[in-house]
């Protein structure tokens, strides 16, 4: 290649830079391969537009490595889908230039393929432009070097293409940067296999965002890990939709910090398995969201040892629902704890099992003054 020169003899320009666009096109393999640094730097943007595919892959990684950020943005997609790993020797502020269209043309071995110091040239906007195809060709090890910035602009199908030992890969900090559409796309495979630890990172926005099937597929263990803020993220229905396993592994601290809406959630069967300690840890605001269900699930055990500011939580409808059994299981310090309107509550079927002490708590054992039965109201 012809090189214009000073009266020193030093290489100031390169007769490249009068090329036309058709003798580009025209260039051998040879007299690309002669093309040296002060050449390509000679070379306009419309010039590397110009070059044909063909052309485009007799360039050598060294040559490419040349180009400035504006040379660079003069790629085309099919240029760029034409490189081989070989060539994409470019820096981080090369790769910063590109476009999501440019992005998006490298192929996935040539994605596989980039540095961890390449990939922190990657702005956002270009870790969007990746394909799915593309995430999915990336390694742990380039995972784990992902900025919370870059993470955050993963899609949906991105995160979705992850596997294993991807998502494996992933600190607590970049889960926490994951978008919460991404986290509720998540499979119940995906959900299945993140560790404790990286539960620790979801936020209450992204647990919202969980698909009830997907919350029915979270480990017991990481249950049990969730913070109160946390789990106050999930829905009613979500709360519903755990397992008797998983409602087992709740801590006092995350009983009690459920809301009224949550504690609605929850089935019969959730309720029927509540050990006298988790029990023992909710409000009587809580008690009070329990439905007539819910009542019905709870074991003689159980409501005998419900605490007496927990028995005044319960709702009038809630002590009518109570069975037999349950009548007879309260304690006179629970009878005691009754208020005026759920005495009046109490059905005559149910009062024949209260326990008779010398001196009732609600007076004295005159039958006329006994608390009228719901059929009397």
Do not use: H
Request: charged share 10%; hydrophobic share 45%.
């Amino acid at each position: 290649m012809r090189r214009r020169r000073d009266r020193g003899g030093a290489i100031v320009t390169s007769i490249i830079s009068t090329y036309s666009l058709a003798q580009i096109q025209r260039m051998t393999a040879g007299a690309i391969a002669a093309l040296g640094k002060t050449d390509i730097a000679a070379l306009s943007t419309s010039q590397i537009g110009a070059f044909s595919v063909t052309e485009t892959e007799e360039f050598s990684g060294t040559q490419l490595a040349e180009l400035s950020g504006n040379q660079m943005a003069g790629l085309a997609a099919a240029q760029i889908a034409s490189l081989s790993i070989g060539q994409t020797l470019f820096s981080a502020a090369q790769l910063s230039v590109l476009n999501e269209a440019q992005i998006g043309a490298f192929g996935t071995d040539e994605v596989a393929g980039l540095t961890t110091e390449q990939l922190a040239g990657l702005t956002p906007n270009e870790i969007a432009g990746l394909t799915a195809s593309q995430v999915a060709a990336l390694s742990p090890t380039q995972i784990a070097t992902l900025t919370p910035g870059q993470i955050g602009a993963l899609s949906v199908s991105d995160v979705r293409m992850l596997g294993g030992t991807q998502l494996a890969a992933l600190s607590a900090t970049q889960i926490k940067a994951l978008s919460p559409a991404a986290v509720g796309g998540l499979s119940q495979t995906q959900i299945a296999s993140l560790s404790t630890t990286q539960w620790q990172g979801v936020t209450s926005a992204q647990l919202r965002a969980l698909r009830t099937m997907s919350v029915a597929a979270l480990a017991s263990t990481n249950i049990a890990a969730l913070s109160v803020t946390q789990l106050g993220g999930l829905a009613a229905s979500a709360i519903g939709a755990l397992s008797v396993t998983q409602i087992g592994a709740l801590s006092t601290t995350e009983m009690a910090g459920l809301t009224a809406v949550q504690v609605t959630g929850m089935t019969g069967s959730q309720i029927g398995v509540l050990t006298p300690t988790q029990l023992g840890a909710l409000s009587a605001t809580q008690i009070g969201a329990f439905t007539t269900t819910d009542i019905a699930s709870l074991s003689p055990t159980q409501i005998g040892g419900l605490a007496a500011t927990q028995i005044a939580g319960l709702s009038a409808a809630g002590v009518a629902a109570l069975n037999s059994g349950q009548v007879a299981a309260l304690s006179v310090t629970q009878v005691a704890a009754f208020t005026a309107n759920q005495m009046r509550a109490v059905t005559a079927a149910e009062l024949q099992f209260f326990s008779a002490p010398s001196s009732p708590p609600w007076g004295r054992a005159r039958s006329p003054r006994c608390p009228p039965s719901r059929s009397a109201v």
